[in-house]
């Protein structure tokens, strides 16, 4: 095997360039994998900091293990979030990916790893399940898309789904947002109440932050659940207290980052059982907006970048 690999850096404020880095080799609990496609993901359009390996996600073959982990493992086809994800060999911890079912391909499983743990996670909190009423803003996101089709999944009705794009609303539609709600064109707490009789969601999981978290506490039912997931607004929000004493509401903030280890583990672990078949036969679809070679990176920034994107947005490995 190579000594060195293909790599792609972000830091020292300059966008993602092409770079070459020794090959990792893979320590205790990790897996090394060949990569055969990449997702960019919104924070990997800021390139603040000290020079490094970008990337948060990626889909390949194991071609090696670490100690401690089934050497069994050597020739699976995974996708799986880490660190340095935009390489031609990564390391992950071997609890942070996922099996890829034969029906997917790389491309499709690479967007998938983080959008699945962190929606998941999420409606988890929540405690959704059958009967219950979803609202999920800034859905046409990469991660938003994915959050329509579990809640979906879970037996929640209706799922209403939000975007700041009329354009984007036929996407949500298709697949399975019950109601598509435009932001701006139309007042949220009405079409929410009216496609809920009046009574408000069960539950929110907002990708917004900023004023949106107190923008949908009038469109939550009592007792409902309010929970922060993404911060594309900014990570402050003001709400007023009163009013969500007076929904009864419980508010709550996530955030699902690499440590501890376990985290990530035993949400993706958590898959196994209901999603990843669901994944298989096709009840949960990846959502890829545009596919590029690893070499034209520069459009792939920019096509995300652009807001216009309907899906994830992955670089396919030579």
Do not use: C, W
Not at 15 to 39: F, N, Y
Not at 122 to 129: H, I, M, P, R
Not at 190 to 217: P, R, W
């Amino acid at each position: 095997m190579r000594t060195t690999m293909n790599v792609l850096l972000t830091g020292n404020n300059l966008a993602l360039r092409a770079g070459e880095r020794p090959v990792p080799v893979p320590g205790s609990d990790q897996l090394l994998v060949r990569t055969r496609a990449l997702a960019l993901n919104n924070a990997d359009l800021a390139h603040g900091g000290d020079e490094r390996i970008a990337g948060y996600e990626f889909s390949g073959e194991v071609i090696g293990v670490g100690s401690g982990v089934d050497a069994g493992l050597v020739g699976a086809r995974v996708a799986g979030t880490t660190p340095a994800a935009f390489a031609q060999y990564v390391v992950v911890h071997h609890r942070h990916v996922i099996t890829i079912p034969e029906s997917v391909s790389f491309e499709d499983a690479a967007s998938l790893p983080t959008a699945l743990l962190t929606e998941s996670g999420a409606l988890s909190v929540a405690g959704v399940g059958a009967g219950d009423s979803v609202l999920i803003t800034a859905a046409a996101s990469g991660i938003g898309l994915i959050g329509v089709q579990l809640a979906r999944l879970m037996g929640a009705a209706p799922v209403i789904a939000t975007t700041r794009s009329a354009h984007k609303r036929a996407l949500l539609e298709r697949i399975g947002a019950d109601t598509a709600i435009t932001t701006g064109e139309q007042d949220l707490v009405a079409a929410v109440l009216e496609a809920t009789a009046g009574q408000g969601v069960s539950a929110v999981l907002d990708h917004v932050a900023g004023e949106m978290i107190a923008a949908v506490v009038p469109a939550t039912r009592l007792g409902g659940k309010i929970i922060s997931v993404g911060r594309l607004g900014g990570s402050e929000a003001t709400v007023d207290l009163y009013a969500l004493a007076a929904r009864q509401a419980t508010l709550q903030s996530v955030s699902y980052g690499f440590t501890p280890p376990e985290t990530i583990g035993d949400l993706l672990a958590a898959l196994e059982s209901r999603v990843l078949p669901a994944l298989a036969d096709g009840r949960i679809k990846a959502v890829v907006d545009t596919v590029l070679p690893f070499a034209d990176a520069a459009s792939a920034v920019e096509r995300l970048g652009s807001g216009q994107a309907l899906g994830k947005i992955v670089l396919r490995m030579p």
